[in-house]
């Protein structure tokens, strides 16, 4: 099967090696308009939309991102890299804000965990408060055990 765009929804969770080597390379067709011919102006050939959730910086969704925002650097009108919390799903009523407040308020969910899962901008400050280098892939906590 070959296609001409495709979604990775939760790239966190998708394996690196299969991705590059299986998934991206069957996105070789270009669409055809309904003349039979292609339109070299067509936005949606070979386009990938990557999804996910938080994630750690040794994952291949990492990797991606950091790719994808140089890719938008040098290609500004080809691609472009977005982020977003729960305010705007929530906003259109895609996720159920009365839940994320329970969640947000609940003393036994740790506010590090909400602001990774559901704040794009509050995962940097909560982790500053919390004394964790934004550049470490180790916990100062999980090194004490």
Same mark, same amino acid.
């Given at each position: ?12 969770d998708l394996d690196g090696d299969m991705?590059?080597?299986? %998934?991206?390379?069957?996105?070789? +067709? ?5 003349? $039979?011919? +292609?339109?070299?102006?067509?936005? +949606?050939?070979?386009? +990938? ?5 938080? $994630? ?8 991606k991102l950091i790719d994808m925002f140089?890719?938008?650097? %040098? ?46 901008? $509050?995962t940097l400050k909560i982790l500053r408060?919390? $004394? ?14």
């Amino acid at each position: 099967m070959r296609n001409h765009s495709g979604l990775l929804d939760e790239l966190r969770d998708l394996d690196g090696d299969m991705v590059s080597e299986v %998934i991206l390379p069957q996105l070789n +067709v270009s669409r055809r308009m309904s003349n $039979g011919l +292609v339109n070299p102006y067509e936005k +949606v050939n070979q386009q +990938v939309i990557c999804a996910t959730s938080a $994630g750690s910086k040794t994952s291949y969704a990492y990797e991606k991102l950091i790719d994808m925002f140089c890719d938008a650097i %040098i290609h500004p009108k080809e691609s472009f890299v977005i982020g977003l919390d729960y305010r705007i799903p929530a906003m259109h009523g895609l996720i159920d804000l009365n839940y994320v407040n329970k969640l947000r308020m609940s003393s036994a969910y740790d506010e590090a965990t909400f602001a990774a899962e559901f704040l794009l901008l $509050g995962t940097l400050k909560i982790l500053r408060i919390a $004394g964790i280098s934004l550049e470490s892939y180790f916990l100062q906590r999980e090194l004490k055990n």
